[in-house]
């Protein structure tokens, strides 16, 4: 009986394992499916953006753009040390802008032209703009050029 037994599980075997072999040669399984619908897609969205823009050449501007001036301005002292590159090289940011650098004199006199609007971006002291803030002067920080200027210093020795 044993060998009866085997002979029909093989048999059993054979039909499950030619079946699913009949079921698959004529469909395409779902994955295929899936993955070449996700690969088309992508291929349409990165083609997409390769578009070019046909009505402008390099280095063209339209007639009526004006020159964007803006004025650059700090104290002297500490602030203006963070912008000696931009005064030294002045660089070019395009041809649609102008801009222009200078060193003010007094704190009292930039903080009075930056109250005015004669400056666009100021490179001010944190006391400075602490001061413009609290007479309501409508401004937007952009970065602090120097944190921890303000250290306590004593002559006792300490042990740590």
């Given at each position: ?134 007479k309501g002067v409508d ?8 944190w921890g200027a303000y ?10």
């Amino acid at each position: 009986m044993p060998s009866i037994k085997n002979s029909i599980k093989t048999i059993k075997l054979k039909f499950i394992i030619n079946s699913k072999k009949i079921e698959r040669k004529g469909c395409i399984s779902m994955k295929k499916v899936i993955s070449m619908i996700l690969i088309l897609s992508f291929m349409v969205f990165v083609f997409s953006g390769c578009a070019s823009n046909v009505n402008k050449t390099d280095g063209e501007t339209s007639a009526g753009t004006e020159k964007m001036k803006i004025k650059v301005a700090a104290p002297q002292g500490a602030p203006t040390l963070s912008m000696i590159k931009m005064f030294k090289d002045n660089p070019d940011f395009g041809e649609n802008f102008e801009l222009s650098y200078e060193s003010v004199k007094s704190p009292d006199l930039m903080s009075s032209r930056i109250i005015s609007g004669e400056i666009d971006i100021a490179v001010v002291s944190t006391n400075l703009a602490a001061t413009l803030y609290n007479k309501g002067v409508d401004y937007k920080l952009a970065a602090s050029s120097v944190w921890g200027a303000y250290t306590l210093s004593e002559t006792k020795k300490r042990k740590i």
